[in-house]
């Protein structure tokens, strides 16, 4: 009964102390957080994130390695092209969707800035993509843009931290509410902890709050991404050779891309449409990749799947090499029995089982690095992943997206008839083994 009474008062000295603190807050504070960004703050860091991303992998140092190692990756020369000027394109139009997708997002929220001319950031950035005027000196020197990004990635730090602090207070506030209605007796220190520890992580939450971007204005928070976005478009161009230098002299002379000695301007072919949309065709992979058949992922799956057994046969069941046969599609079935027709049944030969792993191991080191690169490509851009990560610079032109199908499939077909060798012996072996053992006990 005791423990009863003191619950009950428990409860309303943190219902009153609540009351309280709502009637206690000032007009102007409400007033000011009407104008903050609050809930949006995570959407915004995300972005900046991204813009802080992007930029970095635009450095002369990145796009160098991009040109000179990236794209010049066996596997990417056999599967998907061994045009250099092909593959920057590419490279340069994903990188372009990316500046557009994040400006759809900025165009959203720069609607509820008061500044009439981050209202219209749709409209300034169109006309600045197309032609390149930046009618109120958006873009930034790279010396500014560095400090700018530094300013971003410290919000954005603050504001990932403030989401985990938010979370934790969530659960807080859920075992503490789960204490108050619980039947069965509870322990008073109990309750009381919960209560000291909700208490603090209010103070925590409070204090990052400040610190973060959820109470700064939707002006100043867009105002900031405007510019960074603006210059990172105008460094794509340069990187790429896409129109006139709009960048200061200072980062004008950074290192280019663009595989000819003296770069030529990319003009837009088809003058009816804009340079977002324009780029947005490039990315339409062609039908005779697996990108056009929806297969990337499959086979990207698939190739490390194979993987993992050509390193351990002896590890492989019947079950497992039945899953393997279950993940094939029709064409690579076909093709898999053709090549099977008129093989020996008996496996055990070492010589040919040693050749057959060298070869195996050829074929997987230009191969696998594009099947972990889909994945990895894919998983940084499933909808949980998209906000306040780290990010890696795989680009499609790395993965098997732009792969060719038939030549995949070959390769594919490959791996299967080596790993068929491969398991047979290894099961011979160990029968072998097993049956000599036996022989002797």
Same mark, same amino acid.
């Given at each position: 009964?005791?423990?009863?009474?003191?619950?009950?008062?428990?409860?309303?000295?943190?219902?009153?102390?609540?009351?309280?603190?709502?009637?206690?807050?000032?007009?102007?504070?409400?007033?000011?957080?009407?104008?903050?960004?609050? +809930?949006?703050?995570?959407? %915004? /860091?995300? !972005?900046?994130? #991204? &813009?802080?991303?992007?930029?970095?992998?635009?450095?002369?140092?990145?796009?160098?390695?991009?040109?000179?190692?990236?794209?010049?990756?066996?596997?990417?020369?056999?599967?998907?092209?061994?045009?250099?000027?092909?593959?920057?394109?590419?490279?340069?139009?994903?990188?372009?969707?990316?500046?557009?997708?994040?400006?759809?997002?900025?165009?959203?929220?720069?609607?509820?800035?008061?500044?009439?001319?981050?209202?219209?950031?749709?409209?300034?950035?169109?006309?600045?993509?197309?032609?390149?005027?930046?009618?109120?000196?958006?873009?930034?020197?790279?010396?500014?843009?560095?400090?700018?990004?530094?300013?971003?990635?410290?919000?954005?730090?603050?504001?990932?931290?403030?989401?985990?602090?938010?979370?934790?207070?969530?659960?807080?506030?859920?075992?503490?509410?789960?204490?108050?209605?619980?039947?069965?007796? +509870?322990?008073?220190?109990? %309750? /009381?902890? !919960?209560?000291? #520890? &909700?208490?603090?992580?209010?103070?925590?939450?409070?204090?990052?709050?400040?610190?973060?971007?959820?109470?700064?204005?939707?002006?100043?928070?867009?105002?900031?991404?405007?510019?960074?976005?603006?210059?990172?478009?105008?460094?794509?161009?340069?990187?790429?050779?896409?129109?006139?230098?709009?960048?200061?002299?200072?980062?004008?002379?950074?290192?280019?891309?663009?595989?000819?000695?003296?770069?030529?301007?990319?003009?837009?072919?088809?003058?009816?449409?804009?340079?977002?949309?324009?780029?947005?065709?490039?990315?339409?992979?062609?039908?005779?990749?697996?990108?056009?058949?929806?297969?990337?992922?499959?086979?990207?799956?698939?190739?490390?799947?194979?993987?993992?057994?050509?390193?351990?046969?002896?590890?492989?069941?019947?079950?497992?090499?039945?899953?393997?046969?279950?993940?094939?599609?029709?064409?690579?079935?076909?093709?898999?029995?053709?090549?099977?027709?008129?093989?020996?049944?008996?496996?055990?030969?070492?010589?040919?089982?040693?050749?057959?792993?060298?070869?195996?191991?050829?074929?997987?080191?230009?191969?696998?690095?594009?099947?972990?690169?889909?994945?990895?490509?894919?998983?940084?851009?499933?909808?949980?992943?998209?906000?306040?990560?780290?990010?890696?610079?795989?680009?499609?032109?790395?993965?098997?997206?732009?792969?060719?199908?038939?030549?995949?499939?070959?390769?594919?077909?490959?791996?299967?008839?080596?790993?068929?060798?491969?398991?047979?012996?290894?099961?011979?072996?160990?029968?072998?083994?097993?049956?000599?053992?036996?022989?002797?006990?």
């Amino acid at each position: 009964m005791a423990l009863e009474t003191w619950l009950i008062k428990v409860k309303k000295s943190i219902s009153n102390s609540l009351d309280t603190a709502r009637i206690s807050v000032p007009n102007s504070k409400v007033s000011k957080h009407k104008s903050s960004v609050g +809930i949006l703050s995570f959407e %915004i /860091a995300g !972005l900046m994130s #991204k &813009l802080i991303h992007l930029w970095n992998s635009l450095s002369d140092k990145t796009v160098i390695r991009l040109r000179d190692e990236s794209i010049s990756l066996e596997g990417v020369r056999k599967m998907v092209s061994n045009d250099e000027s092909f593959l920057l394109g590419l490279a340069c139009a994903e990188m372009v969707e990316i500046v557009r997708v994040v400006a759809k997002h900025v165009s959203r929220i720069s609607k509820r800035c008061q500044d009439s001319t981050l209202q219209s950031f749709d409209r300034w950035f169109d006309e600045f993509a197309n032609s390149g005027h930046d009618s109120h000196g958006w873009v930034l020197s790279s010396k500014d843009m560095e400090a700018k990004n530094k300013t971003m990635d410290r919000y954005v730090t603050i504001t990932a931290t403030l989401y985990k602090e938010m979370e934790e207070l969530s659960t807080t506030e859920k075992n503490l509410s789960k204490s108050f209605q619980c039947k069965e007796a +509870i322990k008073e220190q109990k %309750i /009381a902890d !919960l209560q000291q #520890k &909700l208490c603090w992580q209010r103070q925590e939450v409070k204090y990052l709050k400040e610190r973060a971007l959820w109470n700064r204005s939707f002006d100043m928070v867009v105002s900031m991404v405007v510019r960074s976005i603006f210059t990172v478009l105008a460094r794509i161009k340069l990187v790429f050779g896409i129109g006139p230098s709009l960048l200061p002299r200072s980062l004008s002379a950074s290192a280019t891309v663009h595989p000819t000695e003296n770069p030529k301007p990319k003009e837009n072919k088809d003058s009816t449409l804009g340079f977002f949309e324009s780029n947005s065709k490039l990315l339409k992979p062609p039908p005779s990749t697996l990108g056009a058949a929806a297969l990337a992922l499959h086979y990207s799956n698939l190739i490390i799947v194979m993987e993992k057994m050509i390193k351990s046969p002896q590890l492989v069941g019947v079950d497992a090499r039945d899953d393997l046969y279950s993940m094939l599609p029709n064409s690579i079935r076909s093709s898999l029995r053709s090549r099977l027709k008129g093989v020996r049944f008996s496996a055990s030969d070492p010589v040919l089982a040693g050749e057959w792993r060298t070869a195996l191991g050829r074929i997987l080191g230009w191969l696998s690095p594009l099947a972990h690169n889909m994945i990895k490509w894919q998983s940084e851009r499933s909808f949980e992943q998209q906000n306040l990560l780290p990010k890696t610079n795989v680009l499609l032109p790395q993965t098997l997206f732009f792969a060719n199908k038939d030549k995949t499939e070959a390769a594919i077909t490959e791996l299967l008839v080596g790993l068929n060798y491969i398991w047979r012996f290894e099961r011979e072996m160990t029968a072998k083994a097993l049956f000599e053992c036996s022989n002797l006990m």
